[in-house]
Nanobody, 127 residues
């Protein structure tokens, strides 16, 4: 069982930056690939970024590529999402997920594959 708690959300002006954190407790954080997803009001959850269990591989959605960076610190059981050049369309609830994987290559971009989820943190970008 893995428990996930997100933090770092808030209100920021367009062009600003935020760093989200997702702290994990429970079993074997380093055995899990991690991902960030977001859900805007009235829309479906969408993939943002994901990282392999050892941090060696990451993938991003086209909408955030070049602006967001996902990273992890397995010693601290935490995954981060650095968000720069924020736009109003980035406004959403951001959630992190954990998926048990068995190699250092897998990066999971499909939300249904994730085993555990945090409660989410609200990010609001004003124009």
């Amino acid at each position: 069982q893995v428990q996930l708690v997100e933090s770092g959300g808030g209100l920021v002006q367009a062009g600003g930056s935020l760093r989200l954190s997702c702290a994990a407790s429970g079993r074997a954080f380093s055995s899990h690939a991690m991902g960030w997803f977001r859900q805007a009001q009235g829309k479906e959850r969408e993939f943002v970024a994901a990282i392999s269990r050892n941090g060696g591989r990451a993938l991003y959605s086209d909408s955030v590529k070049g602006r967001f960076t996902i990273s992890r610190d397995n010693a601290k059981n935490t995954v981060y999402l650095q968000m720069n050049s924020l736009k109003p369309e980035d406004t959403a609830v951001y959630s992190c997920g954990a998926d048990r994987t068995f190699n250092d290559i897998d990066v999971v971009t499909t939300s249904t594959q994730y085993d555990y989820w945090g409660q989410g943190t609200q990010v609001t970008v004003s124009s």
